[in-house]
C-alpha cells in the first residue's frame, strides 16, 4: 500500500528526515517510535503532504505522491490525524466532522461515515451542536480522529494521538485504534510512548535523529535494548 524510499525533508538549511525506507501494507498497523526530536512529525507530515519531501519518493498503490498538493494526496486514501488535533475551535462538532467529508467520494458516504463515528465517539453524537472548542482535550482528539475517518481513507495517519491526555483517555483512544484496526484499515502510528504503541501494531521502526535505525516485528522492537534505552527510558 504505502511504500517512502530514501525520503528525505529539511527546513532550510536543517536537515530533518534522511534517506528514510518505510512500508505499510493493507490492514496492517506499523508504528514509528523515537525520543523528541526524532523527526516523526515531520515524516508523517511529508508523507501526507503537508512538508516537501526534499529527496526520495513516497508511493501509494505505487502512485507517486512525493510532490503533489495535501488534497491530492488524500484522494489517494490517506488521512491524517495531526498532533495538536488542530480542530476548528469555532465551528460546531458536526461542521468539523462534515468538512472530513469535502472530497466527493466521502460526500457520496457521508451518512454512513457519520454514523461509524458516533458508534466509535458516542460523546460527539451528543456535542454534535457544541462549539468544538470547548470540547475536554480527550473529546477533541475523538473529534480529530472522527473527521480524518470521514474522508473514507484506507491508510490514516495518526501523529501523537495520545499527546496530553489523561490515561484513562488514552485508553480509549488505543481502544478506538484496535477498533480502526479490526476493521481493516491501515494505520501508521507515530507515538512517543512506545509500550502502548507496540500494543496495538503489527511491525514497527525506531527513528532517531531523522534516520530509520532499526526495524522489526513490535514484539521485537518493545524487547529490543536499543529501544528500551532510548525511548522507554529503561
Not at 457519520?114 to 460523546?123: G, S
Not at 475536554?136 to 475517518?149: K, N, P, T, V
Request: glycine fraction near 12%; include cysteine; charged fraction near 25%.
Amino acid at each position: 500500500m504505502l511504500e517512502v524510499r530514501g525520503l528525505g525533508a529539511a527546513y532550510g538549511e536543517a536537515v530533518a528526515l534522511w534517506d528514510v525506507d518505510l512500508d505499510v501494507s493493507d490492514g496492517e498497523v506499523v508504528s514509528i517510535v523515537g525520543p523528541n526530536g526524532a523527526g516523526k512529525s515531520t515524516l508523517v507530515n511529508t508523507i501526507a503532504g503537508l512538508h516537501r519531501a526534499s529527496g526520495g519518493r513516497i508511493s501509494m498503490d505505487g502512485h507517486d505522491v512525493t510532490r503533489i498538493p495535501s488534497h491530492r494526496v488524500c484522494g489517494h486514501g490517506l488521512a491524517i490525524v495531526p498532533e495538536g488535533r488542530r480542530i476548528f475551535p469555532a465551528m460546531s462538532v458536526q461542521d468539523n466532522l462534515d468538512l472530513g467529508a469535502y472530497r466527493s467520494e466521502a460526500r457520496d458516504r457521508r451518512v454512513a461515515s457519520l454514523d461509524r463515528v458516533f458508534a466509535l465517539f458516542p460523546r460527539l453524537r451528543e456535542r454534535s451542536g457544541q462549539r468544538a472548542g470547548t470540547l475536554s482535550g480527550g473529546e477533541q482528539q475523538m473529534l480529530a480522529i472522527g473527521r480524518a475517518l470521514m474522508a473514507q481513507p484506507r491508510l490514516l495517519l495518526m501523529d501523537e494521538p495520545s499527546l496530553g491526555l489523561a490515561p484513562v483517555v488514552v485508553d480509549e483512544v488505543f481502544d478506538v485504534i484496535r477498533s480502526i484496526r479490526d476493521s481493516g484499515m491501515s494505520v501508521l502510528l507515530v507515538e512517543q510512548n512506545a509500550q502502548r504503541a507496540f500494543e496495538v501494531s503489527t511491525r514497527g521502526y525506531l527513528l532517531s535523529e531523522g534516520r530509520m535505525v532499526l526495524g522489526g516485528t513490535s514484539q521485537e522492537l518493545a524487547a529490543n535494548p536499543d529501544i528500551r534505552r532510548l525511548v522507554l527510558g529503561v
